[in-house]
């Protein structure tokens, strides 16, 4: 009986949360159930009318996943909550607006916490989106944000991002290509990268920023000694592959081409 009356919380913006463990897991059930069988049937809101009290009902939602401490995905949920509909009573139900409807509620809750429009889309601009993790990163990126360390980080990682942002690679990277020791020498660090990156705990995100940090020489070494648009084919689009690879360990973490940043 306390579950049930639990799982009802929070009613309206500011309300009390769930209390128990077992109140939260079936409000975030219902809540989901609630949204997707909703969007399946086309009653999503539009402009100022949400009939249906969508938008409480999502922010609720996300309101429960944060205070949770639980790095479940959006996406994972939707597919659970989707086992459980006949398939056609969800034939119409539309992933993308579900997931752009609850990133905007999302973004009105960092909004209201007063932090930078430019952490927030870094964080929202990720394919998936874990309520939790996304918070946690923002707030933590909000407490790193003036750091020069942070700063230098950033301008090497949009050195990458310019470059390559359009880049499709039609061919797998190869080390033998590689002609320079500049190229040669990012290429062991990406690697070595990856892999520290992969060996921590998804939360610590103090360490992962200082592994991002330790390779911010080597990426502008790499720039001011290499010429990355080679007219060799072959040696420009491996090169293009390398920033590629490590521009996706960096965005695992955030979209950091989002953060505004000057020169220094």
């Known amino acids: 009986a306390q579950t049930i009356l639990d799982h009802i919380f929070p009613r309206f913006k500011g309300d009390k949360l769930p209390y128990t463990s077992t109140g939260k897991v079936l409000g975030i059930i219902d809540r989901i159930d609630t949204l997707v069988g909703s969007f399946a049937a ?4 539009t402009g100022s009318e949400d009939p249906y009290g969508l938008r409480r009902v999502s922010i609720g ?10 790095t479940v995905n959006i996406g994972e949920l939707i597919d659970v909550a989707l086992r459980n509909f006949d398939k056609s ?3 119409d139900f539309k992933r993308g607006s579900l997931m752009k409807f609850l990133k905007q509620r999302f973004k009105t809750i960092l909004e209201e916490l007063n932090v930078k429009y ?7 601009k990720r394919e998936d989106f ?21 700063n230098d980080f950033v301008l090497a ?5 310019n470059i390559v942002r359009d880049f499709k690679p039609s061919k797998e990277l190869k080390e033998e290509i590689f002609s320079t020791d500049y190229e040669k020498k990012l290429f062991v660090q990406c690697c070595e990268l990856k892999r520290k990156v992969q060996e921590l705990d998804l939360m610590d995100f103090e360490k992962i920023m200082n592994e991002f940090y330790s390779i911010v020489p080597e990426i502008n070494e790499f720039f001011d000694n ?4 080679d007219k060799n084919e072959n040696v420009r689009e491996n090169r293009l592959s390398l920033l590629s690879n490590l521009l996706k360990i960096f965005k695992e973490f955030a979209s950091f081409e989002e953060i505004i940043k000057k020169q220094t």
């Not at 086309?42 to 809101?45: C, I, R, V």
């Not at 996300?62 to 639980?70: G, V």
């Open 226 to 229: 290499v010429l990355v648009m």
């Open 89 to 91: 009573l969800v034939k």
């Open 42 to 45: 086309g009653l999503e809101p």
């Open 118 to 124: 430019d952490v927030i889309n870094a964080v929202l």
């Open 130 to 150: 874990s309520p939790y993790l996304s918070y946690k990163r923002a707030e933590f990126i909000e407490k790193i944000y003036d750091s020069k360390t942070f």
């Open 61 to 70: 939602l996300l309101s429960i996943l944060i205070s949770f401490k639980n």
């Open 157 to 161: 990682y949009k050195r990458i991002y």
